[in-house]
């Protein structure tokens, strides 16, 4: 945060959440420094503004809420993996239009449709500030998936991102495009990507998790970053 910003206290359910909240900002704090220049400047702006932090502290701990309520071990991380899918969904228009040459009329369309009570720059600012907000929560969930050594989790939501990655694709050249041949041969493989979505999403759901160990060099920064207790917190 902001170096002498006052804000209100948060309220938390549980201590529970309150931890999850303490090991998310940590997180936050540790990317900072990381290696990723996107990282680094998206946690680097979020921490550094005292009204960009109080958005996503409050979004993040919403975000954690139903984490926060399960006791279960296993409630808990099919309760993360949800919020990491809520995430993607978040990131992926910005995602898109940084990873696609698009015109500015085919941008205007996809904007008008995502954002149709808004102009054009009130649009993309307010998409802009929900990608900030999103890959900073998923800095965080990523984070204590980690913590939490659930291999499966990391499996299944990259299968998840990558596919809606090609189904959201799909969606937006169906939106931007103005060729209907084209558009009627991607419905149809746009049925099919939806259909590996929702297996994939079932598994998320339901696909119990596998705890391993990770290796040494992880264990040994976890170990030296003080932070195992948030383990405590999660499966007392």
Request: hydrophobic fraction near 35%; proline fraction near 2%; glycine fraction near 2%.
């Amino acid at each position: 945060m902001a170096h002498g910003e006052v804000r209100e206290v948060l309220r938390f359910s549980s201590s529970r959440h309150r931890q999850l909240m303490t090991a998310s900002e940590h997180a936050l704090q540790d990317a900072t420094e990381s290696p990723l220049p996107r990282e680094s400047r998206i946690a680097s702006t979020i921490l550094g503004d005292g009204r960009k932090y109080r958005e996503w502290e409050l979004r993040h701990a919403n975000l954690l809420l139903p984490v926060a309520e399960q006791r279960a071990k296993k409630r808990q991380i099919v309760a993360l993996r949800d919020a990491e899918v809520q995430l993607v969904h978040r990131r992926a228009l910005f995602t898109y239009l940084q990873t696609h040459d698009l015109s500015d009329e085919q941008r205007a369309r996809l904007f008008r449709i995502f954002h149709s009570t808004l102009d054009y720059q009130e649009a993309i600012l307010t998409e802009h500030r929900h990608y900030m907000l999103a890959v900073s929560s998923h800095i965080s969930t990523d984070y204590i998936i980690d913590v939490m050594r659930d291999e499966t989790s990391a499996r299944l939501l990259q299968q998840y991102e990558t596919t809606f990655a090609r189904y959201f694709e799909m969606k937006c050249y169906v939106a931007s495009s103005r060729d209907s041949h084209c558009i009627e041969l991607i419905r149809t493989s746009l049925r099919d990507v939806k259909g590996q979505l929702l297996r994939i999403r079932r598994r998320i759901e339901t696909e119990a998790p596998v705890v391993d160990r990770s290796d040494f060099h992880k264990q040994e920064l976890l170990a030296r970053s003080g932070r195992y207790e948030i383990q405590n917190y999660l499966y007392a």
